[in-house]
Nanobody, 120 residues
Framework: QVQLVESGGGLVQPGGSLRLSCAAS????????MGWYRQAPGKERELVAA???????NYADSVKGRFTISRDNAKNTVYLQMNSLKPEDTAVYYC??????????????WGQGTQVTVSS
């Protein structure tokens, strides 16, 4: 079985920073894409950033220049460094990992979600 555990969310003032972490554990053969989605109240879930096992990255236009995604393959962990946070960044952030578990075909796993609130 595979689990994703997220951490790092919280309350921060506009202009502040947070770093989210998501660690995958269990019987994993290969991790391909790792990424972050977010969902604000009344809005659709949207892709924030993603990183492939080859190192290529993809960002939503709204976070380019402010957020940085990275991964530590030895720890099966993906990070999202969020700088210059704005109130509109407030949302529940979900880790998403596309991987192959032992004994089963490739599939997508989701973290439990972590709340990020940007407010004065």
């Amino acid at each position: 079985q595979v689990q994703l555990v997220e951490s790092g969310g919280g309350l921060v003032q506009p202009g502040g920073s947070l770093r989210l972490s998501c660690a995958a554990s269990g019987s994993i053969v290969t991790i391909y894409t790792m990424g972050w989605y977010r969902q604000a109240p009344g809005k659709e879930r949207e892709l924030v950033a993603a990183i492939a096992n080859g190192g290529s990255t993809n960002y939503a236009d709204s976070v380019k220049g402010r957020f940085t995604i990275s991964r530590d393959n030895a720890k099966n962990t993906v990070y999202l460094q969020m700088n210059s946070l704005k109130p509109e960044d407030t949302a529940v952030y979900y880790c998403n990992v596309y991987l192959k578990p032992a004994g089963w075909g490739v599939r997508t796993y989701w973290g439990q979600g972590t709340q990020v609130t940007v407010s004065s």
